[in-house]
Each structure stands twice: as structure tokens, then as C-alpha cells.
């Protein structure tokens, strides 16, 4: 039987808990399974498998790079200096992992952590925004600039779907806009991050909440191909 050289697995937390990421990564690496490098993918995480060894895991900002890129070189030997490696990126965080003990910490100061963290609140409340006036307002201004809010009421079936997709990614990001809000005013106390976060009671929240996106996100692509059909002239 072939040995398997890459272990994939569905990843239990939402972006925006760094700390049940770091646990859960924390935990997979004491079973024996190592995230490989760039072994982030959408909601999947890739590892290699191997001897059960100890590591830690830890997330840090990553909005002063461009989109889909790591971190520069000096920030990667700085940290490797103090025995981190960088490993993946995950949205607004970089990944970084250390298997030695004795490792200094990436990030020391609370308050500069809550910096960066209302930095990246900041993100999402703008993507927020974004949301509402693409999606809700606009397309209401357009409807009733040339009065057809009645098609509203005329074709329900057309507008639930989007209009559903936009409140639940709305309701989706308000909740990242409030856990970061309460993580930033923990840092802000001076109390640090906590690295050993039990992250097994939100997976099944965050299971149901990647397939109520996955179902939304299908419907709305089915919809759109279904208009396109029935809509092009032949």
C-alpha cells in the first residue's frame, strides 16, 4: 500500500480566531502531521505526516504585504532568527511554525497586537461596508430610479437567493468585526493571547457555517447560469 505524502484536512475555525487556528495546528502536529509549506487552501489545510512531535504555531498580520504573497525576506530571517518559519498565508495572517522549545516570542507586546488588530478590523468593517451599498443599496437605488421596485414583489424567486447571500455574508462579517473588537480590547488590558485555546466547541458552528456558505454561494452560481440561458437570444 502506497504511503500517503500529504494528509488534507477540512480546517475547524473561522479566519478570524487565530487563537483556536493555532491550537488546532497545535494539536495536529502532536498527532503527527506537519503544515507543509504554502498548505493552506480555502477552507483546506495540507500537512505532512510524520513522527508526533511537539510545535507551536502562531498568526501575525499579514496587511503589510500585497495579496497573496508571503512576508519579505527580512521579516522572514528576522524571524527565523528566533526560530519561527513562515509557512502559509490565511487571509489577514501569516503562519508561522517553531519546534523548538525555547523560542522567542513573534509577537511580545499586547498593545501592539491590539494595533494591528484594529487595523485589520478596520479591513473588515470597510468590506462591510462594501457589502451593503454593492449589494443591498445600489441595487435598490437602481430599481427605484427606473421604478421597478415592484419586481420585487412580481419575482421573489429572483432576488431571494442574492439577497440571502448578502445577509449571510454580512452577518458572517459582523461577527469577525466583533471577535476582533473583543480580542483588541483583551490586548488592550495587557493580557496576552491565549495560544492553548480549546477550539474543538466552535468546529461544528464553523462546519455548519462553511456549508450554509457552500450551499449559498452554489445556489446564487446556478441561478446566474440559469438566467444566462434562459435569457440569451439564439
Known sequence: MKEKTRI???IPCAVYDVEAMESWLRDQ??????LEEDGIFGPWAYFVPGPARPAAYRLTSS??????????EEARDLSAAYGWEYLARRKEFYIYRAVSPDVRELDTDP????????????RTIGSIATL????ICYPLF????DGQLGLLVQYPWYWMIPFACVVWFLSLSFASSRHYQRLGRHLQ???????QKTWRP??????????VSALLTGLLVVQLVLVLVFTTPF
Open 29 to 34: 502536529a502532536a498527532q503527527g502531521c506537519l
Open 63 to 72: 496587511l503589510s504585504s500585497p495579496e497573496f504573497t508571503g512576508p519579505d
Open 189 to 195: 488590558e495587557g493580557r496576552p493571547l491565549d495560544h
Open 111 to 122: 498593545q501592539i497586537q491590539a494595533l494591528i488588530l484594529r487595523a485589520v478590523r478596520r
Open 202 to 211: 466552535q468546529a461544528r458552528r464553523h462546519l455548519v457555517c462553511s456549508l
Open 132 to 135: 451593503l451599498v454593492m449589494g
Open 8 to 10: 488534507r484536512k477540512l
Open 142 to 145: 437602481l430599481l427605484a430610479k
